[in-house]
């Protein structure tokens, strides 16, 4: 059978036509074959990117709890020392004081004033009672004790119990010689636990009532930082600056001066 020119170029026409269209395809597929691997990598990338960002905040969530705790731990330590610190300083002040009824003879001077040894029986229970309780009131002993046991809370973190202590102590022993440095760590106790109103009311009262305390110095340093963490700039740039003029030299005003140079830095 004879095949015409004109049949034999049709033929070959639809034969070159599929050719392209056959490749076409093939392009189309291995594409999409193509985006599909990168997606896949994509998000193979991401993941891990997200999972090493995951590890680099846990690691630096370790740093921090670690440093929070030594800064913690030193901060112990330094109130451990100064809280020991300033207790041995007053029982060497307080070593050489002795009650009269601890010196010796002092029995017999009381039966050789002429006193009669059933006196006591005639005084009246009420008055009994303050003679008692005037009688532990000068007892250096029993001062040491209750301002030690008051430090000693304070040392254990039991603030609460700590500031009713200290109060207590200030109310029985006035005259104490350790009622400057109780009226500062009840203070103290009011500022490490941020109740800064009522630590300004008791670090002023270590000014006023006790002025010659080494506590003073202490006590306006403190008022100075509160002033700060209150935002009461001119305030704390006052105080801060009579503790350096006040008590050159101390470590109070080194560190005022510290605190001082900190609010220039930041513009305050």
């Known amino acids: 059978m004879w095949v015409t020119r004109g049949a034999a170029a049709v033929i070959l026409l639809a ?3 599929e050719v392209p269209a056959a490749s076409n395809a093939d392009l189309e597929a291995r594409i999409q074959q193509l985006e599909r691997k990168l997606d896949s990598r994509s998000l193979v990338n991401m993941h891990e990117q997200v999972t090493a960002l995951q590890r680099e905040v846990q690691q630096l969530r370790g740093d921090i709890e670690v440093q929070t705790h030594t800064l913690e731990s030193l901060q112990k330590r330094q109130r451990d020392l100064y809280l020991d610190i300033d207790r041995r300083l007053h029982r060497m002040e307080a070593g050489g004081v002795e009650t009269q009824s601890q010196l010796p003879g002092a029995a017999a001077a009381a039966g ?13 229970a009420a008055k009994a009672a ?6 532990a009131t000068l007892n250096p002993a ?42 500062y760590w ?4 009011y500022y490490v636990t ?11 009262k270590v000014l006023t009532q006790y002025p010659a305390s080494t506590k003073a110095g202490d006590a306006r340093l403190k008022m100075g930082y509160i002033y700060y963490e209150q935002n009461s700039w001119a305030e704390a740039r006052e105080i801060l600056g009579k503790v350096v003029k006040d008590s050159p030299g101390s470590t109070s005003a080194r560190l005022a001066q510290e605190r001082i140079d900190r609010m220039q830095k930041e513009g305050h």
């Open 194 to 204: 941020r109740k800064f109103k009522p630590a300004l009311i008791e670090f002023e």
């Open 112 to 124: 050789a004033s002429g006193v009669p040894a059933n006196a006591a029986a005639a005084v009246p």
């Open 15 to 17: 034969l070159s036509a």
């Open 130 to 135: 303050e003679t008692q309780k005037a009688s």
């Open 142 to 183: 029993e001062q040491r004790k209750a301002y030690d046991q008051a430090l000693e809370l304070l040392k254990e973190g039991r603030y609460t119990d700590a500031s009713s202590a200290f109060q207590t102590f200030l109310k029985t022993y006035p005259g104490s010689s350790y009622a400057d440095n109780a009226q």
């Open 186 to 189: 009840l203070g103290e106790v």
